[in-house]
């Protein structure tokens, strides 16, 4: 598809466009790959004036007060007011675009607008030559998601839709993508063959910082679980894709995900921390999950057999996402290196720091034959090259990038996943803030050598 020739984001007086949009497009400026209308829609009185502060606002509170950013980015904003329902919005929204023949329209809203703003854009006649980006979450189960989708389509193709999971822009989980097909050996032993495991934990300390009601409406399995793990899941277990095109690489994701049958109530472990009943907007009664660990598998030649484990939660112990691959025991140790010591691993950081480390068993030193288990570490740390996730996403939606996005397959396919456990409403087990979840999420793991936990950094 060609470059987009204007840019409209939906949503713009509210708090995703105040944390990521605006900060993206000063980015994608100061990269010089910005010249074009961008035009903010929502319904709250404002003036161009008014959004072009909202902008500053936003960026100085980044500390990105350069004026030869900030200046072109506020010369360029447009402002629409009006209902997403009136077809008069829309109007005004064609006048401000001009001659634009190909416009970007993100869908920074909440989802129970989609549709509608979906249907005023091909009412207005937008589609044709359009691009549309979508927030997650898309839909809350399996069939919701087929619903949106379904929506979708009767306005854009599948191709000129963009499901945006703002995990996959990480430059430590692209990180994933180059160790694994940019290098031979790691293929010698990513099969099921040599690794007896994976298991992916995503760590947080704090709680629900005050979203409380959208909490007990949503949950970690829906929240990060069917979107952001088994995304990560998808590229640690996908196969060589033919290119790094999204025509190469997406496809190879979603038959991953297809190849998983869905969970199992006994693969499933819920917990809640205790305090999470007193929290703001949360039910007094309710049964929502802050913590899962899970027990996943791949039906295809490659994984056969090998338990993933996915495990998530609040007030945790660390703030800290990791992806640990164990492998097989060798079939013959040396005198020393069979009693208690771990096997071999590959360990993926993804956040907040990056990094990849290999666990191996060295010889000790002295004359006797004894083993010391060690770590051989390399820790990215954050530079100016490093690309923040929107601005990497929205400048590949400008141009027709489609790699780092989900597709119609894949979303579905990882809601089937997960769909038999997320009505579950009996009680989660409860579990101290601090610790790492309820003690039956530690027996999941534990004939597989157990959790390996995070650590606060890996400096």
């Given at each position: 598809?060609?470059?987009?020739?204007?840019?409209?984001?939906?949503?713009?007086?509210?708090?995703?466009?105040?944390?990521?949009?605006?900060?993206?497009?000063?980015?994608l400026?100061?990269?010089?790959?910005?010249?074009?209308?961008?035009?903010?829609?929502?319904?709250?009185?404002?003036?161009?004036?008014?959004?072009?502060?909202?902008?500053?606002?936003?960026?100085?509170?980044?500390?990105?007060?350069?004026?030869?950013?900030?200046?072109?980015?506020?010369?360029?904003?447009?402002?629409?007011?009006?209902?997403?329902?009136?077809p008069?919005?829309?109007?005004?929204?064609?006048?401000?675009?001009?001659?634009a023949?190909?416009?970007?329209?993100?869908?920074?809203?909440?989802?129970a607008?989609?549709?509608?703003?979906?249907?005023?854009?091909?009412?207005?006649?937008?589609?044709?030559?359009?691009r549309?980006?979508?927030?997650?979450?898309?839909?809350?189960?399996?069939?919701?998601?087929?619903?949106?989708?379904?929506?979708?389509?009767?306005?854009?193709?599948?191709?000129?839709?963009?499901?945006?999971?703002?995990f996959?822009?990480?430059?430590?989980?692209?990180?994933?993508?180059?160790?694994?097909?940019?290098?031979?050996f790691?293929?010698?032993?990513?099969?099921?063959?040599?690794?007896?495991?994976?298991?992916?934990?995503?760590?947080?300390?704090?709680?629900?910082?005050?979203?409380?009601?959208?909490?007990?409406?949503?949950?970690?399995?829906?929240?990060?679980?069917?979107?952001?793990?088994?995304?990560?899941?998808?590229?640690?277990?996908?196969?060589p894709?033919?290119?790094?095109?999204?025509?190469?690489?997406?496809?190879?994701?979603?038959?991953?995900?297809r190849?998983?049958?869905?969970?199992?109530?006994?693969?499933?472990?819920?917990?809640?921390?205790?305090?999470?009943?007193?929290?703001?907007?949360?039910?007094?009664?309710?049964?929502?999950?802050?913590?899962?660990?899970?027990?996943?598998?791949?039906?295809n030649?490659?994984?056969?057999?090998?338990?993933?484990?996915?495990?998530?939660?609040?007030?945790?112990?660390?703030?800290?996402?990791?992806?640990?691959?164990?492998?097989?025991?060798?079939?013959?140790?040396?005198?020393?290196?069979?009693?208690?010591?771990?096997?071999n691993?590959?360990?993926?950081?993804?956040s907040?720091?990056?990094?990849?480390?290999?666990?191996?068993?060295?010889?000790?030193?002295g004359?006797?034959?004894?083993?010391?288990?060690?770590?051989?570490?390399?820790?990215?740390?954050?530079?100016?090259?490093?690309?923040?996730?929107?601005?990497?996403?929205?400048?590949?939606?400008?141009?027709?990038?489609?790699?780092?996005?989900?597709?119609?397959?894949?979303?579905?396919?990882?809601?089937?996943?997960?769909?038999?456990?997320?009505?579950?409403?009996?009680?989660?087990?409860?579990?101290?803030?601090?610790t790492?979840?309820?003690?039956?999420?530690q027996?999941?793991?534990?004939?597989?050598?157990?959790?390996?936990?995070?650590?606060?950094?890996?400096?």
């Amino acid at each position: 598809m060609s470059n987009s020739d204007a840019l409209v984001f939906f949503g713009a007086t509210g708090d995703l466009a105040y944390k990521q949009i605006f900060p993206a497009l000063a980015g994608l400026i100061a990269d010089g790959r910005l010249n074009m209308p961008v035009i903010g829609v929502a319904k709250a009185g404002w003036n161009d004036e008014q959004l072009g502060q909202r902008a500053r606002e936003s960026l100085a509170e980044q500390g990105i007060t350069d004026e030869a950013t900030v200046g072109p980015l506020v010369a360029a904003l447009r402002y629409v007011d009006g209902d997403y329902r009136d077809p008069a919005t829309f109007q005004k929204l064609r006048e401000q675009l001009g001659s634009a023949k190909a416009p970007l329209f993100y869908l920074a809203i909440p989802p129970a607008l989609f549709g509608t703003v979906a249907k005023a854009l091909g009412d207005a006649g937008f589609a044709k030559g359009g691009r549309v980006v979508v927030e997650k979450p898309f839909g809350h189960d399996l069939a919701s998601a087929q619903e949106l989708n379904a929506l979708l389509h009767q306005i854009f193709p599948e191709d000129a839709i963009y499901r945006v999971d703002h995990f996959l822009g990480k430059e430590a989980v692209l990180g994933l993508l180059y160790f694994r097909f940019a290098n031979a050996f790691p293929e010698t032993f990513w099969n099921r063959f040599y690794i007896d495991s994976v298991q992916i934990t995503m760590a947080e300390t704090f709680g629900v910082a005050g979203r409380g009601a959208f909490y007990d409406k949503t949950g970690v399995i829906r929240d990060v679980v069917q979107n952001h793990l088994l995304q990560v899941l998808s590229l640690l277990a996908m196969e060589p894709p033919g290119g790094y095109g999204h025509q190469d690489i997406r496809p190879e994701k979603a038959k991953v995900l297809r190849a998983m049958p869905p969970l199992r109530p006994n693969d499933v472990v819920r917990g809640q921390f205790a305090g999470y009943l007193d929290e703001d907007g949360v039910a007094a009664d309710s049964t929502v999950e802050t913590f899962v660990a899970l027990r996943a598998h791949i039906d295809n030649w490659r994984w056969a057999g090998v338990p993933f484990f996915i495990r998530a939660g609040k007030k945790l112990p660390v703030t800290a996402t990791e992806a640990v691959i164990r492998l097989r025991r060798p079939p013959a140790a040396l005198a020393g290196t069979d009693r208690g010591h771990p096997p071999n691993y590959v360990r993926f950081r993804l956040s907040p720091d990056g990094g990849i480390a290999f666990g191996v068993t060295v010889k000790a030193p002295g004359e006797s034959m004894h083993a010391n288990d060690v770590e051989l570490a390399a820790v990215e740390r954050p530079s100016h090259f490093d690309l923040p996730p929107y601005q990497r996403l929205l400048g590949d939606a400008l141009v027709g990038d489609a790699s780092l996005f989900a597709t119609e397959q894949g979303v579905e396919a990882s809601w089937a996943v997960v769909d038999p456990v997320l009505e579950d409403t009996t009680a989660p087990h409860r579990y101290a803030p601090g610790t790492w979840g309820p003690e039956e999420a530690q027996r999941l793991a534990a004939s597989h050598g157990g959790w390996h936990d995070p650590v606060a950094s890996t400096s």
